[in-house]
């Protein structure tokens, strides 16, 4: 495994305590220790998933204090490094969907990997498996916060292409949005990116939304999810689908972060679509049954500066699963002709070490149900 890029801030040490999967994390910068439990593959078959959960980390991250009062949260991933011969020396950062995991891109990871792309599958806060104690904010800002503390940790100021399915792509468009020299490229997959705020769930009272978001768990609803979001349900609206797609949930303190985003009125992309100037791939699977491409899919090449379609056949709302090497294709030649070269070093405007304004001490909703 090449190495990852130098980390700015914390240097992250893991070692096995025993079969559950926990990995001690040490930050360098701080006196804290956290414990990561990495996903329980013990009743999964999918070697995909098997050999992604294993390569899951955690590292902390630099974030406002507002956010937790430590000013660092651990954020989990997935990384895997290009093999062979690099075809761009951007890597790209992968964001997944709506209460969903980095397991999302368990296929579409390695297949990037194999083409000479470096790739980063990254735990929006609150979800998949980041740190859910003592953190007081998990909104679309404290998430996006969390993205440029691990842009900057992990990749240490280098620049990146970012890409989102689904509601990753709000986060993937919020983040390039107010990153335009660190962000050199987007990819939005069946992405939702002009739909601001989660309904009527941000105005409940508390003991209301939390009952709702108790009901995102189940597993009928994941189930019905499961089945609107492939074209090819018999193939892969598996049983083994719902359970991947649920693991983190039954973690303590899902529902509570989930809560708390619902209530903060989630993310707000539409108004920042047209900023993004960097080169942007629109990807959209022709069947899907979710978020409607005619619609959207053209709207995002009108509004985007400089964006260009791709249609991704016999394909539901989840090109990355369904389509995975049709879908690592067009990324691969996206990343190769369209994005500049980027330099070793960090870029320009960047503070070495933490965000700039954190400080030096610390720097669809249900449609990705599976």
Known sequence: MAALAPTMAFTVKTSH????NRVALHGTAADETTTFTRPDMSEIKEKACIDTAARMKQVQVPVSESISASGTVGVSYVSWPAQGKRISSIPIILLHGFDSSCLEYRRLGERLASRGIDVYAVDLLGWGYTQLDNVNDFSAKAKVEALEGFAQTVLGGRQYCVGGASLGGAAAIELASANPRQCQGLVLIDAQGFTDGVGPMASL????????????????????????????????????????????????????????????????PSAKVATIEAPSLVLWGRQDGILDGTE????????????????????GHVPHLEQPDKTADAIATFMQTKLPQSSPFPAAGVAVGGLAGVGAAAAAAASNLF
């Open 205 to 268: 009272p508390k003991p209301l939304a939390q009952a709702g978001v108790q009901v995102l768990k189940s597993i009928p609803l994941r189930s019905a999810a499961n089945q609107m979001s492939y074209f090819d349900k018999e193939t892969f609206a598996t049983d083994e689908a719902v359970t991947i797609g649920r693991l983190h949930c039954l973690r303590d303190g899902w529902q509570d972060a989930l809560v708390n985003f619902m209530l903060s009125g989630g993310f707000s």
């Open 17 to 20: 305590v025993d079969r559950s």
């Open 296 to 315: 959207f899919a053209p709207k995002f090449v009108e509004t985007l500066p400089n964006a260009e379609l791709q249609w991704i056949e016999e394909c």
